[in-house]
């Protein structure tokens, strides 16, 4: 099993960019699919973009569609996220996840997770 550790996040103003990564220990990583979620206060975690083993194919939720990629190097045995136009409500703590089950949006379908990450937009 895969441990995560994502890093990247930070203060940003409405309009810029950051990118996310997510490092993963263990020689397994190229077996699961992985994705990006976020959660702002009080609020339900939210899926943001997923990625298959081989990186040939990328969900990304209509939220964040045409301004966050998700992309990953088996290589480094890393996960990313490019976030572009950076809007205050993709504020939240981003969370890296792990899962066998293709494309799924659900937490449920992940078993592995990271600490998260801050990112906060100010307007």
């Known amino acids: 099993q895969v441990q995560l550790v994502e890093s990247g996040g930070g203060l940003v103003q409405a309009g810029g960019s950051l990118r996310l990564s997510c490092a993963a220990s263990?020689?397994?990583?190229?077996?699961?699919?992985m994705a990006w979620f976020r959660q702002a206060p009080g609020k339900e975690r939210e899926f943001v973009a997923t990625?298959?083993?081989?990186?040939?194919?990328?969900v990304h939720a209509d939220s964040v569609k045409g301004r966050f990629t998700i992309s990953r190097d088996n290589g480094k045995a890393t996960v990313y996220l490019q976030m572009n136009n950076l809007k205050p409500e993709d504020t939240g703590v981003y969370y890296c996840a792990a899962g066998l089950i293709g494309y799924g949006s659900r937490p449920m379908d992940y078993n592995v997770w990271g600490q998260g990450t801050q990112v906060t937009v100010s307007s």
């Open positions: 990625i298959s083993w081989g990186g040939g194919s990328r």
């Open positions: 263990g020689r397994t990583f190229r077996n699961y699919f």
